[in-house]
């Protein structure tokens, strides 16, 4: 069946660094792929999305690329900030149907 | 417009209590999902509407049982809550499900419950 993996965590970086979280994913067909956020004691929000092949999403200066070669669709930030500190899910979607999720990864920003 | 609502935000219950979750939505929105939330395991779809007066079973239905109350409302039931039920639980809602749209979901603040 469908599947997502995405990088382990937590991972803890300084303020202004450069965030990469790695996603990849399992799926016949061609799904759409999702970056959902969780901050601490809230429910998860969609941050960006992309439908096909090549598409870039990108939101609140996080950007990710839909990679069909290599099944991937890693999340960036340039420079990230304290407030960046959550749960990061990345998802994949057929058709309409329910998302599947990755286990999540704790990314925690220090000053 | 509040979105997605979900009652109670936490709650402890001892072996083999029932308990009901509720969950509503003021979007008007036509599908409806429960999940829940483990530890290194992510999110675990349990039961889905994908309209009102229908239900399916997802991917960890044993334990639950749902209701469609209307189109607004959602309610997850736990009949004889076990231990290995301890998670948060999040509902979530979108406007359609199936055919070859995507379509957004949208998620609650989630309920937190401790089985002992």
């Known amino acids: 069946g469908d599947s997502v993996t995405q990088m382990e965590g937590p991972v803890t970086l300084s303020e202004e660094a450069f965030l990469t979280i790695n996603c990849t994913y399992t799926a016949t067909g061609y799904p759409s792929l999702f970056w959902y956020v969780q901050y601490p004691g809230e429910g998860l929000q969609l941050l960006l999305k992309a439908t096909k092949a090549d598409d870039k999403g990108s939101n609140k200066g996080f950007e990710a690329t839909y990679r069909k070669e290599t099944t991937s669709f890693h999340l960036e930030k340039g420079s990230v900030q304290v407030s960046d500190s959550a749960v990061y899910f990345c998802?994949?979607?057929?058709?309409?149907?329910?998302?599947?999720f990755g286990k999540g990864t704790t990314l925690s920003v220090s000053s | 417009n509040a979105g997605v609502t979900q009652t109670p935000k936490f709650q402890v219950l001892k072996t083999g209590q029932s308990m009901t979750l509720q969950c509503a939505q003021d979007m008007n929105h036509n599908s409806m999902y429960w999940y829940r939330q483990d530890p290194g395991m992510g999110l675990r779809l349990i039961y889905y509407?994908?309209?009102?007066?229908?239900?399916d079973k997802g991917e960890v239905p044993n334990g639950y049982n749902v209701s469609r109350l209307n189109k607004r409302e959602f309610s997850l039931r736990l009949e004889s809550a076990a231990p290995s039920q301890t998670s948060v639980y999040f509902c979530?809602?979108?406007?359609?499900?199936?055919?070859?749209?995507?379509?957004?979901?949208?998620f609650g603040p989630g309920t937190r419950l401790t089985v002992t």
């Open positions: 998802a994949l979607n057929q058709a309409g149907t329910a998302l599947i």
């Open positions: 509407s994908a309209s009102e007066g229908t239900t």
């Open positions: 979530a809602s979108s406007e359609g499900w199936g055919g070859t749209n995507y379509y957004e979901q949208y």
